[in-house]
Structures are given as structure tokens and as C-alpha cells.
């Protein structure tokens, strides 16, 4: 499990005297000692959970806590199922990559970028390559400018590290 939950104390594990009551409907009983809440929970066969342990005195309710648990248990698992993972695409160039190829992978990296995934561009240099390095740099200019109408630059390296030279695009969400 991700980090450290902290659960509230139920039952017995409540240890401060006197409570702010909450009935099981809702409805507030008032500050009462810690042994009468119980009673009153176990009488109507729920538990007593406290919910406000900051508030003095600390508020508790009484509840079914293993129906809260598997509520919120099911809460967290619909809004895990319902995010989006953004993924890093990358689209490898060279300075000589030829117009159409050049094409073909901005087509594939705008796909990536319609699916909501960012998109790292990289322009890799071989050999000789490197002795005209405004040529790969110009590689680059044209691909941003091409997938600017669905991308908006995160980062871009104005230098040359080892032998590549990188962008970062993310989809461009309208505000």
C-alpha cells in the first residue's frame, strides 16, 4: 500500500473521556462520557468510531466501520480506475532523416500527443555529424513548429548533451 493510513481509533481503542456523540442517524446526542457511548453502540449492535480526534472533546460516531471500510475502500478504487497515466513517447530524428520519414514520425508523435501522452523528441547525432550541429538544431525548430497546433514546449535543451539534443512536448489543453 501507498504511505502510511491512519485509521481511527473504534471501540476500545477510544481512550478520552468525556466524547461529542453522533447517532447512528446523524443526529448529534451531545457530550457524554466515554462508557455510555459504547453502551449506546453496542445496545444497537454498531461500532463507535471517532471521527474528529482534533476537536475537544473528540467527536465520535456510532456506525457499522467494517461497511464505512470496504465504502471507502470501493471510493478509492473507482477513482483509481478513473485516472489517466501520462505516459513519455519518444520520436527519434536524425539530422539527415529524410522529408518523408521526418513526416511520418511527427504524424506518430502527434497521435501521442491526441492521446494525451508527452512527447520527447530526440535528435541523435552520429559520427560527422556533429560538425554541423545547426543542422539537427534546425531538425528541431521545424518539428516544434510543425506540432505546435497540439503541443505547447515543457523543455528544450538549447545545447548539445553528449550526442543529442532534446524537446519535451506536452499536449496544448485550451483554457
Partial sequence: MEGIIDE??????IRIS?????????????????DTARERAADVELD???????????VVKIMDWGKFKYEQQRKA???????????????QLRPRTDDHDFDV???RARRFLSDGN?????????????RRPEVGIAM????????????????RSNSIEG?????????????
Wanted: glycine fraction near 4%.
Fill in 8 to 13: 481511527p481509533r473504534v471501540n476500545e481503542q
Fill in 18 to 34: 468525556p466524547v461529542r456523540l453522533i447517532a447512528e442517524d446523524g443526529e448529534q446526542v451531545g457530550v457524554v462520557a466515554i
Fill in 48 to 58: 463507535l468510531v471517532e471521527v474528529a480526534p482534533q476537536a475537544r472533546p473528540p
Fill in 77 to 91: 478504487r473507482e477513482a483509481r480506475k478513473n485516472q489517466h497515466h501520462v505516459e513519455v513517447k519518444e520520436v
Fill in 105 to 107: 514520425k511527427l504524424k
Fill in 118 to 130: 508527452v512527447v520527447r523528441i530526440v535528435v541523435r547525432y552520429r559520427g560527422r555529424e556533429l
Fill in 140 to 155: 528541431m525548430d521545424r518539428a516544434i513548429e510543425k506540432l505546435g497546433d497540439v503541443a505547447r514546449v515543457e523543455h
Fill in 163 to 175: 550526442r543529442r539534443l532534446l524537446a519535451m512536448l506536452e499536449p496544448d489543453v485550451p483554457d
